[in-house]
């Protein structure tokens, strides 16, 4: 469908939260966004970074509506604290993108015990977006969730899920990305279930040149696979103002339903312009988007209450 940024029309009165959004594909769904009217909490672990990228924005666009505040997703205290401040300054959520992720990194746990891929791609995120849900269904607004095409061949571990007994950095990454599209699509149906006009969605950027590539590798300390994820993403990886462009189609398209899923529509779903797709047959599993669901709960300590916009 070519679908572009020239598509989206003015965006004005919106207010968006973005994660990660000071680099990669949230510094550029940041820009896009901002650039149609937008307002953008670039809601990320750095506030040094996301200041400086801020400024950056500011001297390309004019007058972006665009405020900085700390979110670590590896800290639930800090998930509660975001939000917490952010219904103190704001009534109401249009976009919720949930970007921010780490890929492939040796086995860490985030400072609640959690295994940092999941923990942070997943369980901090499933935690915000309850924390928010009621302001973003009073505004009969959308939630975007970031997968990727590693979810395709990925499995939930339940007896295992922190990857405690055995470990794989890719089979973990994998993992929270099926967990991201699980998440998608049993809130889309409990949504639905009560009649609530939101939209979860789902989207993927298929293969993006950005820092993904590089942290794992500087982790391990091994220069070789910091010199060849560099080289697989510049010769594969398109932009990250092209890759970021399924989450923006997402988060702003008015022909999309919820439990869609979105990605790029050229070589296997590498590079391209947004189109919808099928996820795995695995990310449809409603028995185990259930017991995540729960699991989730369980974990994070939060309880997701989907009520109808009062």
């Not at 917490?84 to 959520?93: A, I, M, N, Q, T």
């Not at 979810?151 to 794989?168: C, K, Q, T, V, W």
Request: aromatic share 8%; with cysteine; hydrophobic share 35%.
């Amino acid at each position: 469908m070519s679908w572009d940024v020239e598509d989206i029309g003015e965006y004005e009165d919106e207010i968006a939260v973005i994660t990660g959004a000071n680099s990669g594909l949230g510094f550029s769904a940041t820009k896009i966004l901002a650039g149609h009217g937008a307002k953008v909490i670039m809601a990320c672990r750095s506030l040094d970074k996301a200041k400086e990228s801020k400024q950056e924005i500011i001297e390309e666009l004019d007058d972006p509506d665009l405020e900085v505040m700390k979110l670590d997703l590896s800290s639930l205290e800090s998930v509660e604290s975001f939000a917490g401040k952010f219904r103190e300054e704001y009534d109401s959520l249009d976009v919720l993108c949930n970007n921010a992720g780490l890929m492939a990194l040796p086995r860490r746990e985030t400072e609640d015990g959690f295994e940092m891929q999941l923990g942070v791609n997943h369980l901090g995120h499933f935690a915000l977006t309850a924390h928010l849900i009621d302001m973003i269904v009073d505004s009969s607004g959308r939630v975007v969730n970031q997968s990727s095409m590693a979810h395709e061949d990925a499995e939930i571990d339940f007896d295992d899920l922190m990857g405690e007994e055995n470990y794989s950095k890719w089979g973990a990454y994998g993992q929270s990305k099926l967990a991201n599209l699980l998440f998608t699509y049993e809130l889309d149906r409990r949504l639905k279930e009560k009649d609530i006009e939101v939209e979860s969605v789902g989207c993927h950027p298929g293969v993006s040149d950005t820092n993904l590539f590089k942290e794992g590798p500087k982790m391990e300390h091994s220069k070789l696979k910091l010199y060849f994820g560099k080289i697989f993403s510049k010769i594969l990886g398109q932009s990250p103002d092209k890759g970021c462009l399924p989450m923006v189609y997402a988060a702003t398209s008015e022909d999309i339903k919820g439990g869609e899923y979105i990605g790029p529509d050229g070589f296997k779903t590498m590079r391209g312009y947004p189109e919808k797709q099928e996820s795995s047959e695995a990310s449809h599993n409603r028995e185990d988007a259930k017991k995540l669901w729960e699991r989730s709960e369980e974990l994070t300590g939060v309880e997701f209450k989907i009520d109808e916009s009062t």
